[in-house]
């Protein structure tokens, strides 16, 4: 569930998401992770951070045959 509040944006928030995000594709549920992935890339500005998780969604392309 997504809460469209301001305390949604903030540190802690992003945080429990992007964990979230991780259990939700080693659960194997990748297109509910991959959505929490890109809010979470439009919510920041740190580059940094933005290419973390751009890497998170390329991964998530990757098939599953493929991956170590």
């Known amino acids: 569930a997504f809460y469209k509040t301001p305390s949604a944006a903030d540190e802690w928030g992003q945080a429990a998401r992007y964990r979230a995000a ?3 594709t080693k659960a194997g549920f990748s297109e509910d992770a ?3 992935y890109r809010e979470l ?3 920041t500005s740190d580059p940094k ?4 998780l751009d890497q998170h969604l390329q991964q998530l392309w990757v098939p599953a045959t493929t991956t170590r």
């Open 49 to 52: 951070k933005r290419a973390v």
């Open 34 to 36: 991959r959505s929490i």
């Open 41 to 43: 890339y439009q919510l």
């Open 22 to 24: 991780g259990t939700l």
